[in-house]
């Protein structure tokens, strides 16, 4: 009987590829497991290529609510930004791929566990570390860093050699990622960074923000304890919300993002992202936690969103500080409760308006109208202790 490898399927060219390339140079039986995060696609017409390229078997895991509660809404509500502009849309899913992977070679017996990330990339880290870390006695197969193929043409090559139908065109061969949360783009005109991005042939979920309508869009959300509970009043499950927005958010051309990034492996790279409904929840939760969270917390909170974001790019989810970070947001999401509306306009997101009954604003003390919680007589002497280092620095000087 021959042993098994559990193969993470997409239907895309690398994965394509490496079904057939897995019976050539390895006495596995493959067995393909497509992980639905929310990615377009006709997952029965999946599974049917896998099975005419050669898998053994084909499974279908949806994990799609999964993702949204337990990896993307802890990103959220840690306000992880990956150098200040990705969402970590790509990030986010891996860990979860990962620990689904584990969990049918578990079910499977197998032996090995194999993906299609580059050997240039940051995903290989980010697969890796999760089996690593969920199951370090299971071999991991990356065909990338083993055989001769050098490029996405090479690919296409290898498939058309052994007579196996191509899903993607020479000329549109960008490498993609999507999911529920966001799509990825690398590679082609992207390269050169003197190369304005093609949106109009590129983008899949969003307009180019020229092409948006004339006239704005409200939208109001809703959050509990940092999680978004309800669009324009309607009570929604995470995934159902996500989609909504994305199709509200795409419509306007907004979560656009053309970055250079530096990857973990040591390199720059450039990817234009699109995260619609993404953009919006983190630009709405991120006006909520302003009128909710006192100084000293907000603060420390923006240090631990970082670091937090450095932690899922690099792939240590499954490690004690990333769990200790999300237990520390956690606690400061107690009172990130309310109602926040926002103008969306040909790209842009504009807050329109904030309620929450656990706000910290009070007008009584921030109005230019002396009220009497604040006597104004009271900053002389603040203001005299909070700069006595300065004066006594310039008293020195001075002598």
């Known amino acids: 009987m021959k042993k098994k490898v559990v193969l993470a399927y997409s239907g895309g060219l690398d994965t394509t590829v490496i079904i057939p390339w897995l019976k050539e140079n390895f006495d596995y039986e493959t067995v393909a497991v497509c992980i639905d995060v929310g990615q377009e696609a006709d997952w029965q017409a999946v599974k049917q290529r896998a099975l005419d390229t050669g898998a053994s078997s084909c499974f279908i895991a949806d994990v799609k609510k999964e993702y949204v509660e337990d990896f993307i809404f802890p990103a959220l509500k840690a306000s992880a930004v990956y150098e200040d502009k990705y969402l970590l849309g790509t990030a986010t899913a891996r860990p ?18 194999a993906h299609g990330a580059t050997g240039k990339g940051n995903d290989q880290i980010r697969f890796d570390l999760g089996v690593m870390a969920l199951a370090h006695d299971i071999e991991i197969i990356a065909p990338w860093r083993i055989w001769d193929i050098k490029s996405r043409e090479e690919e296409i090559e290898y498939l058309e050699k052994r007579g196996i139908p191509v899903q993607v065109k020479r000329d549109d061969s960008y490498s993609r990622d999507d999911n529920l949360w966001h799509i990825s783009h690398e590679g082609l005109e992207l390269e050169n960074l003197s190369n304005e991005p093609r949106f109009n042939t590129m983008l899949k979920m969003t307009v180019p923000p020229e092409c948006a309508p004339d006239k704005p869009e409200y939208v109001e959300l809703e959050f509990e304890k940092g999680v978004p509970v309800a669009l324009n009043g309607s009570k929604m499950d995470g995934v159902t919300l996500i989609r909504a927005l994305n199709e509200i958010g795409g419509a306007n051309g907004v979560g656009i993002c053309d970055l250079v990034e530096n990857r973990v492996v040591g390199m720059k790279s450039r990817g234009v992202y699109e995260t619609p409904g993404g953009s919006i929840l983190y630009q709405a939760h991120a006006e909520l936690e302003h009128v909710t969270l006192d100084r000293q917390t907000y603060s420390f909170k923006q240090l631990a969103g970082q670091k937090m974001a450095e932690l899922i790019y690099g792939g240590l989810w499954f490690t004690p500080l990333r769990e200790a970070l ?68 310039a008293i020195m000087e001075k002598h």
């Open 326 to 393: 999300s237990s520390f947001v956690d606690s400061t999401q107690k009172t990130v409760t309310g109602k926040v509306k926002l103008k969306l306009y040909k790209g842009s997101i504009i807050p329109a308006g904030v309620v929450s009954s656990y706000s910290l604003y009070n007008a009584d003390i921030a109005s230019f109208t002396t009220g009497e919680l604040y006597d104004h007589a009271d900053a002389k002497g603040f203001i005299r202790l909070y700069g006595l280092p300065v004066l006594v620095r």
């Open 96 to 113: 979860l791929i990962a620990k689904t992977l584990v969990e049918y070679a578990r079910k499977e017996g197998a032996v090995a566990i």
